[in-house]
């Protein structure tokens, strides 16, 4: 996939503790311009949030694009990639029941519908601008959950 006329997305998600409280980013790219979602949510999973990350990323995109999204969860993009097909074959079930956060698998295939999409890994923490930026969003989301939650 050439980069002309393709959005960059960066996702991250995380959780304190795991499971616990937990946040969610994603940085859009497109021809030099950035647009950055997070969010948060008082009980989840680091994984339910790296997928939360790519859902609401996919969701803010307002006509089909080509895409290429950068995460540095393996359980995403092997989710995606490799895992996906044979969920849907089997109507969602794998060995040892129902396949574990069908709720989001499903919100993310539907949301991958419309768009042509190339998954890319890339490893945390490792200095990468956009990933490191999206760790910290999602840091920011989670304490400020925990903020509205000490609050309540």
Partial sequence: MSTQDVVSVYTDGGCRPNP???GWAAILIYKGTEKELSGSAPESTN??????A?????????????VRMHTDSEYL???????????R????????GPVKN??????????LGQHQIEWAWVPGH???????????????????????MRRR
Avoid: F, H
Avoid at 54 to 66: F, G, T, Y
């Fill in 20 to 22: 616990g409280v937990g």
């Fill in 77 to 87: 993009r092997k989710g995606i990639t490799e895992w996906l097909p044979g969920w």
């Fill in 89 to 96: 074959k089997k109507n969602w079930q794998r060995k040892g």
């Fill in 126 to 148: 490792a200095g990468i601008t956009y990933n490191e930026r999206c760790d910290m969003l999602a840091t920011e989301a989670i304490e400020a959950e925990v903020e509205r």
């Fill in 47 to 52: 994984n339910r949030m790296e997928m939360t």
């Fill in 102 to 111: 069908q709720d989001l698998w499903q919100a993310l295939d539907e949301a």
């Fill in 54 to 66: 790519a859902i609401e990323a996919l969701r803010s995109l307002k006509r089909p694009c080509r």
